[in-house]
């Protein structure tokens, strides 16, 4: 007989059936369900089977539970288990419900399924599996003969209604699997009544996709304070030092005063204390992904803030690394305006995207004072957005293609002869480069001579951040070729056109000018 069943002889059966009929003890007293969890001391050992109680970090969702939820988080909070958990008491005690676990992959769904809801349901005392019984069981649903409700854990979820829906790691399935994420959008989400319950959770994986979007769209409302309606999304935020198990010994880890700095920042703006087993777990993490090569990822993986999160580049970007070193060294910062020469450099994307750098040099400083991007507009609204800025220009930088024939609205000009024809002077197109891996390469070569102004190229740093390699599905991995398709390519292209005009010394005279030409009606203003 197990300890469980032990406890529960104890207990009269009034007692009993008083205790089941509260969903706080099922889910806390920890004489229901069992979870597996690591052997910490020994990897290589089997699971440790131990009786679930919410930790800290999952005692607090479930006090702020919504109708519609946002996860935020750091990795290995036990979030997935919570909910298998919760929507497996759910369909226990209650009729005719439909719960769902949305997963990123089949393999993923499977093992959610065998080792956090069969297994819950197979350890259960035994007395409550017999008034429980199963209906149906396979790899993916569990049906309940003593109330037709069910549990389900697939890739989608799609017909009927689902009373409570959980997305794992929604980041990444938008990230790798934009089809499925979009088929999740359409599909799933709507199958959740507004009584229901709606629970998103993930990592961070890049500022894009609609994880990101969802998750700032809900800080947002957070922000204002406002009071939620069912349909509203309720942002939770779970940072590492929110779990009990992060810290380690610290005779052995070498905590630098820049390190402690940053621990004693995040104290005094989050009114918390981190303790020197946490700032030495902390540090010992974060060198292990360091000497991996993938020291970016620590803030992604194991953020302390909502910004941290999304701060970082994700897996398969071009100029990861790049950015990083950028905000280490203190070169993505207000940059003043000077009162000297400006160049533009440009892409003309074929989606009617269009990017223009703005920048300054200054020695062997290259300055990027601005950034503009927008879609389906005209030449001549680009050619008054610089105009209306008022700065004494240098040189227009186009790509190779600005000077190919294009179809203009009475004759077929290239894209310099139609912004020559505005009134811009001193258009330099820089030659095309064959191989693109090359530009690339030539981007990185450079970056270290670049700063960025934070707030005026803040979308430009955001398209360097997420300028990425293409995902390929069937393969599951990145491959050589750019993601075209999720708005971040024309701003990199465009920066682009700055590394190959510096590497071709396009860039050495400043010849300046104070109008767009001999047009007195659209004056090139000067400083």
């Avoid at 919410?54 to 919570?82: E, M, V, W």
């Avoid at 209604?161 to 790798?176: N, V, Y």
């Avoid at 001579?449 to 069937?474: F, H, V």
Wanted: aromatic share 10%.
């Amino acid at each position: 007989m197990g300890a469980t069943d032990a406890v529960m002889l104890e207990l009269a059966d009034a007692e009993l059936i008083e205790k089941l009929k509260d969903p706080v003890w099922r889910l806390t007293s920890g004489h229901l369900y069992k979870i597996i969890i690591k052997d910490e001391t020994d990897p290589a050992a089997e699971g440790l089977v131990l009786p679930f109680k919410p930790n800290r970090a999952q005692r607090r969702f479930i006090s702020r539970l919504h109708h519609r939820n946002i996860i935020l988080k750091a990795r290995q909070l036990g979030f997935t288990t919570l909910v298998a958990i919760l929507w497996l008491d759910f369909a226990l005690f209650n009729s005719n419900v439909r719960c769902g676990i949305i997963a990123q992959d089949d393999g993923t769904a499977q093992i959610i399924f065998r080792d956090k809801v069969k297994f819950a349901y197979d350890n259960l005392p035994e007395f409550l599996k017999e008034m429980m019984p199963l209906k149906f069981d396979n790899a993916h649903e569990l049906v309940f003969a003593h109330n037709n409700s069910s549990i389900r854990v697939a890739t989608s979820m799609r017909g009927g209604t689902i009373h409570r829906l959980h997305i794992s790691e929604f980041g990444k399935i938008c990230a790798k699997f934009p089809a499925k994420a979009d088929e999740v959008i359409t599909g799933s989400i709507p199958a959740v009544p507004a009584t229901g319950v709606l629970i998103i959770e993930s990592t961070a994986e890049g500022q894009q996709g609609a994880f990101y979007e969802m998750t700032q769209a809900a800080i947002k409302l957070l922000q204002l304070g406002k009071k939620l309606t069912v349909k509203d999304f309720r942002f939770h935020f779970f940072a590492w030092f929110q779990d009990e198990q992060y810290r380690m010994d610290t005779s052995s880890v070498f905590i630098s005063d820049k390190d402690h700095s940053y621990f004693n920042k995040l104290e005094a703006d989050m009114n918390i204390t981190i303790d020197p087993e946490q700032r030495a777990w902390y540090v010992a993490t974060r060198n292990d992904f360091e000497s991996s090569g993938k020291g970016e990822k620590m803030q992604q993986e194991y953020p302390s803030t909502p910004e941290e999160s999304f701060q970082q580049s994700m897996e398969g970007t071009y100029y990861g690394n790049q950015m990083t070193a950028m905000r280490k060294q203190g070169r993505i910062c207000k940059v003043p305006i000077l009162e000297i020469p400006v160049n533009t450099f440009w892409d003309i994307g074929n989606s009617d995207g269009t990017a223009i750098w703005l920048h300054q040099q200054v020695g062997l400083e290259h300055r990027f004072i601005g950034y503009y991007e927008e879609h389906g507009e005209h030449l001549t609204h680009y050619f008054k957005y610089l105009q209306d800025l008022g700065y004494l220009w240098n040189k227009h930088f186009l790509p190779h293609d600005a000077d190919h024939a294009r179809l203009s609205s009475d004759q077929n000009k290239s894209i310099k002869e139609q912004l020559e024809d505005l009134g811009m002077q001193n258009i330099e197109i820089v030659p095309r480069i064959t191989d693109l891996t090359a530009g690339i390469q030539i981007v990185r070569k450079h970056f270290p001579s670049a700063y960025i102004e934070q707030d005026k190229c803040a979308k430009g740093i955001k398209r360097l951040d997420g300028y990425k390699r293409k995902w390929n599905t069937t393969h599951a991995r990145f491959i050589n070729e750019p993601e075209k398709n999720d708005g971040n390519s024309e701003g990199a292209d465009a920066f682009r056109q700055w590394a190959q005009a510096l590497e071709l010394n396009m860039l050495t005279n400043n010849n300046a000018t104070s109008s767009m030409g001999n047009r007195p009606a659209t004056p090139w203003q000067t400083n």
